[in-house]
């Protein structure tokens, strides 16, 4: 998991309510993402950050909002109206977004449940 | 259309055995190939990753091999051991306008077994 924490490890909320999920890295990289990951489906980029103040939307980022206040922080909010909200959410982050040999590391995940 | 596609879909094998996982890919242009371990319930863990003039790259008991040409690439998996259970993720990338976006295939589940 590097230097990436994401929390709660897992969260349930009830439908209608926005949810936010936490990531820090302190790896000190400039660029960070958030995915989605379901079962049989490979993993999906909702948003993506290269800089402080700056982000840009992903593959399926309807329902979904970020901020990018800190170079360390990148939280991402679950709003009511995501459709399918319930599924494992993983934050990652790469030293820059521009060069494509950069690894990009992966948090533990959040696991949300919403009923 | 960029995919890919990874196989099996999942396998079973015993302690010590070998085995080989297989990626196919669609994704065009090209900059480099990836396999990552994810084990259940955490993030994934990069395994190893290749560009277009790398053939192989070992990593332990890991071993990629890329075929640009045929836009193929496996993991052979040597002695295996009950940690190597875990479902085994291909991801290619490929640049865009400023940066590089990844396409993930959907795993193969490993699971080894005494």
């Known amino acids: 998991d590097g230097g990436i924490t994401q929390s709660p490890k897992y969260l349930f909320r009830k439908e209608g309510q926005n949810v936010t999920l936490s990531c820090e890295q302190n790896l000190n990289h400039d660029a960070m993402y958030w995915y989605r990951q379901d079962p049989g489906q490979g993993l999906r980029l909702i948003y993506y950050?290269?800089?402080?103040?700056?982000?840009q939307k992903g593959d399926i980022a309807e329902g979904y909002s970020v901020s990018r206040e800190k170079k360390e922080s990148f939280p991402l909010t679950v709003t009511s109206a995501q459709k399918n909200p319930t599924a494992f959410y993983l934050c990652a982050s790469s030293i820059n977004l521009a060069e494509s040999s950069y690894e990009q590391y992966f948090g533990p995940g959040t696991r949300l449940t919403v009923t | 259309k960029n995919q890919v596609e990874q196989s099996p879909q999942s396998l079973i094998i015993l302690e010590g055995k070998n085995c080989t996982l297989q990626c196919n890919y669609t994704v065009s242009p090209f900059s480099n190939l990836r396999w990552y371990k994810q084990d259940t319930g955490r993030g994934p863990v990069s395994l190893t990753i290749?560009?277009?003039?790398?053939n192989t790259k070992s990593n332990g008991r890991y071993t990629a091999t890329l075929d640009a040409d045929t836009k193929q690439s496996s993991l052979h998996i040597t002695a295996s051991q009950l940690s190597d259970s875990a479902s085994y993720i291909c991801v290619v990338s490929r640049p865009t306008g400023g940066g590089n976006k990844l396409t993930f295939g959907t795993g193969t589940q490993l699971k080894v077994e005494l």
């Open positions: 950050s290269q800089i402080v103040n700056d982000f």
């Open positions: 290749m560009t277009f003039s790398e």
